[in-house]
């Protein structure tokens, strides 16, 4: 009994104690504040190029062309755009491939070609309207991005093919990553359509274009 008696008298002078050191010269009780230490953390270094004041736009391309009722071949072309406001542009394009051989010469066989010469040419230009719809960014690494959009176009122009000119609409969707303030890359996918008459029926063909190309703005 005599020992907890002791315990107990050891205890409470132990927490007096503590208690008169917290106190502060007025009686109250000196509590400091917590100091929460956050861990460092690495921030993404994303480079920020875009369009400034630049408007026109003017670059190359090449890629592949399908045209109908033909096997692809490789397309070359030119373009330009102005930048009308920040969503919207026009751009024209003049692009040129040369026919590959049909399904028809291939069943004919013997060397067979139904077209020859400037015939096989295949030529077209156009001017569309375009809209970028998703403005975002392009991750290359974890710590690297470029902007860029994706975006429509829709217009029409005209085709030289088969020794004859038709009328074509033109349609599709690309994207643009912007390397630099005035450079950029940009990968499209375009159709050409037009009727045509090169086969028993008069029918509208429709010409899968995919390519990717520099432009620079200026």
């Given amino acids: 009994m005599a020992n907890r008696f002791q315990q107990f008298l050891l205890a409470s002078a132990f927490l007096g104690a503590t208690l008169a050191h917290a106190d502060g010269a007025d009686g109250s009780v000196d509590i400091k504040p917590i100091v929460v230490v956050e861990p460092d953390s690495e921030q993404r270094e994303a480079y920020e190029a875009q369009i400034d004041t630049e408007f026109f736009e003017i670059g190359a391309y090449v890629g592949i062309l399908s045209i109908e009722d033909f096997t692809s071949s490789e397309v070359f072309g030119l373009k330009t755009s102005f930048h009308a406001t920040e969503d919207f542009f026009l751009q024209a394009n003049l692009g040129r491939a040369e026919a590959g051989i049909s399904y028809a010469e291939e069943q004919a066989g013997d060397g067979v070609r139904f077209l020859a010469g400037d015939d096989r040419k295949y030529t077209y230009y156009n ?15 974890q710590s690297l991005a470029f902007n860029s959009a994706f975006y429509i176009v829709a217009g029409a122009g005209n085709t030289e093919f088969a020794g004859d000119k038709h009328f074509t609409l033109t349609y599709g969707s690309g994207y643009r990553i912007i390397l630099k303030d005035w450079l950029t890359v940009n990968i499209d996918f375009r159709d050409h359509t037009f009727k045509s008459e090169l086969s028993a029926d008069k029918k509208r063909n429709h010409n ?3 390519t990717t190309g520099i432009t620079a703005f200026f």
Avoid: A, R
Avoid at 127 to 141: K, M
């Fill in 208 to 210: 899968l274009e995919f």
């Fill in 127 to 141: 001017l569309l309207v375009g809209y970028n719809i998703f403005p975002g960014e392009t991750f290359v690494t």
